[in-house]
């Protein structure tokens, strides 16, 4: 992607978003936080460790980044964004929660086998496909041997994701990615154990259908999903 895309919705971003996703009934606090419990119960699975270090892929203003204090302990957290105007935005957000650092969108700026985790949220739908197998490289690069990458994404199979994207202005430039392209690239890039859950398949306003999501996980229908691959 153009490097100053995001740059130029880094100060709108937050105000963007919630009207976006307002037919949810949701904030983007709800997309941000479910997110980081679904990573935390993917980290109690792989890892039994006192400390864990995760670098947030493409962290943008920082929406994820206090939910990661919240739900997993001892984390130190790295965020990496091409779009400098967001993470200055991240910094000032949250300046103790985190470090903020600038990436050229191809080399991440650390040494090999430097994480425990990857987490990427909505970010590939905004990259080039053509660029998506050597990032994932990249990524396998500096996670640690074990390691675990979660990748969130729009499902493009979902009617409603589908109109959010088409009528964002900050998802003009998007292309959505099913699940099974980018399992096959997550594949590519040399992950093992790959895995894919579908989530959100109910509005706010059918909250009370929410219990009944942990069975729903294998059906491509829900608004988003995640993709995580072993090194
Ligand atoms: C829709 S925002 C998502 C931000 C954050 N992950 C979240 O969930 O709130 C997409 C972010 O991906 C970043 N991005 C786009 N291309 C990137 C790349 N090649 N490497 C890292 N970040 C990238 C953009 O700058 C932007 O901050």
Known sequence: ?????????????QALHATNI??????????????????????????????????DFGSGVGNSVPYFSKHIEAVDLTCVDVSDASLSIAQ??????????????????????????????CVFHHIPASEHIS???????????????VVFEHNPLNPLTVRAVNTCEFDQNAVLISAGK?????????????????R????????????????LRWLPVGAQYYVSGKK
């Open 22 to 55: 307002r037919a949810s009934g949701e904030t983007p606090d709800f997309f941000a936080e479910y997110k980081i419990v679904d990573l935390a119960k993917e980290i109690k699975k792989n890892f039994h460790v006192d400390s864990i270090k995760i670098l």
């Open 135 to 149: 990032l994932f490289k990249e990524i396998y690069r500096v996670l640690n041997k074990d390691g675990v990458l």
């Open 92 to 121: 000032t957000r949250h300046p103790d929660l985190a470090k903020y650092v600038v990436f050229d969108g191809k080399t991440l700026p650390f040494a090999d086998e430097s994480f425990s985790v990857v987490f990427t949220a």
């Open 1 to 13: 992607m153009n490097k100053a895309e995001f740059d130029q919705f880094a100060k709108e971003y």
């Open 182 to 198: 980018l399992k096959r690239r997550l594949a590519l890039a040399g992950f093992n154990n790959i895995q894919c859950v579908y």
């Open 200 to 215: 959100i398949f109910f509005p706010r306003f059918l909250k009370m259908f929410r219990v009944f999501e942990p069975l």
